[in-house]
């Protein structure tokens, strides 16, 4: 109970005077301990030889500290309480949480005297923590029961939802230097590789851990569409979450503020990078983990779903000497895998090129990438202003968010520069008008930008189960189109397969809508058009608008009206 030598003196001291042992009964510890051969310390002997028991030990502290005597015996503690320490300080520190109030956390513990315990939990757990006395056996049966029984709840997890032997080379966290695991550790290390196994092999794009009041749900985002699989169970939430932020490198014992990290991890033997994000709610800390394949990115023009006119479009523009080429829409639109599609046409040793982003989301071969830290002044604008004078051919700005960044960006594509950028507009003419409203003169604008493109993502009919249908009326309805212009086309849906987990739909593909900036609608700019006046002339030099380029794909048969309603706008509206 007590292994400070110093402690010992002072509990024998206590039990002398409490008339709980005599000088003979101590003599003849001491020769125990004697004969022990280091075995035994003084209190270790004088409960073998039953002259003390942790009764009398617990009574003689609780009275010379004014502590209460808590008898764990039957006590039921409440799931949110054991949540406050986590198994691996549990265990380490041999307490157990009692209660929470205050923000107060009493944990009880065998050795009151251990005032250094008391100090590193308040520094771990970063509340204040008082205690009270039980029992060494009580404690130990206690954490055992609530933290110490976790690989046979999860064994139990795991071979309910999967067969756990696919993790055997499924999946290898990069080490760490210096880093160790507990071999307590080890059941909760399987069960967090297998939710990003199973991630990565259901082609999801996140993973969001969610607490929720009585459980915790898993959900992955899977063709842009959230998909809930069966998640671990509630008590099993802190543990998860903490593995989780080591992996991230991020602070286990911060849970009142949001955190920011990045996993790197081998699935199937291909390296993956996760992006994840912590945010405290009121039942715990929900935890998003972006997956960034590198080879998700790394495609081809071609295969992005261009079609006819689009495709030359594209590749004149991605081409151009200078100015400045928009990608426009909302978050998870797919703009990034765009844009890293375009840098990889144009990267040839002959060029220079130079991305500044918040974050970086994937690291590319031959292309200098600048990480913006707005905490220490790393600005997109002053992060710009500094690759103006790497002289690069062609710069990336991650995304343009006020009038110094539009600026810089204008600056550059004005003297020789090709600059890529996104804009969080609803179509491609409307980013003229919010260059404009956020501060750049109209005749900058007019003279830098080169095209827009707006694009959303829709998903893919599934190819193993498609099937042709023909819509009906409340569906061309929904497309202000008749029966009549489908009449020559062979639609398909599909019914739901193994291979796309009975949605019907496998992956996803880009709808566009492309704006050229042509020398009528540079005048239009000059002159302060408004932006309808703007998209109507561009719509009669021949742009093709976001909810057209889904129909043109709907009647090759790539995805489905649903897909195509679901993602855009009727064009006048």
Known sequence: MVSNLDNIEYLIELLVEN??????QLQEASDTVFNSNGRLNLIDALKELGYVDDKKILSVFAEAYGMEIFDLENYEVQAEIIEKIPSDIAKQYKVFPIRFENNTLVVAMSDPT?????????????????????????????????????????????????????????ILEDVKEGEEEAEDDAPIIRLVSLILLEAYKKRASDI???????????????????????????????????????MSGLDITEKRVPQDGRIHVKLLGKGIDLRVSTIPTSHGESIVMRILDKSSVLIDI????????????INKIVTMPDGIFLVTGPTGSG????????????????????????????????????????????????????????????????????VETASIAINAALTGHLVFSTLHTNDAPG??????????????????????????????????????????????KYLNLTKAYFENATLYKGEGCSACSGTGYKG????????????????????SASVYEIRQHARKQGMVSLREDGIRKVMAGLTTIDEVIRTTIADGE
């Open 114 to 170: 251990d005032i250094d315990t008391l100090d590193s939990l308040r520094y771990l757990l970063k509340c204040n923590v008082e205690a009270v006395i039980a029992t060494k056996d009580q404690i130990d049966l206690h954490i055992s029961h609530h933290y110490g029984s976790i690989d046979e709840n999860v064994n139990s997890f795991l071979s309910n939802i999967e067969d756990s032997s696919e993790l055997e080379g499924g």
């Open 19 to 24: 008339n709980f042992i005599n000088d003979a």
């Open 508 to 527: 996803r593909m880009g709808i566009y809508e492309i704006f050229m900036v042509t020398d009528e609608i540079q005048q239009m700019i000059f002159k």
């Open 335 to 402: 703009k990034t895998t765009s844009l890293y599609s375009f840098l990889n046409k144009v990267n040839e040793p002959t060029k220079k090129i130079i991305t500044v982003e918040d974050p970086i989301e994937y690291h590319l071969d031959g292309i200098n990438q600048v990480q913006v830290q707005a905490s220490i002044g790393m600005t997109f604008g002053r992060a710009l202003k500094a690759m103006m004078r790497q002289s690069p051919n062609i710069v990336m700005v991650g995304e343009i968010r006020d």
């Open 208 to 246: 969001h851990l969610e607490p929720l009041a009585k459980k915790f749900r898993v959900r992955y985002r899977i063709d842009g569409v959230l998909v809930e699989v069966e998640g671990p169970p509630k008590y099993l939430q802190a543990n998860i979450v903490s593995r989780l932020k080591i």
């Open 431 to 476: 980013a003229i008008m919010r260059l404009i409203d956020i501060g750049i003169k109209p005749f900058l604008v007019a003279s830098s930008v080169r095209a827009v493109m707006a694009q959303r993502l829709v998903r893919r009919v599934c190819k193993n189960c498609a099937k042709p249908y023909i819509p009906d009326e409340e569906e061309i």
């Open 302 to 313: 071609s295969t992005l779903g261009f079609m006819g006119e689009d495709s030359k479009k």
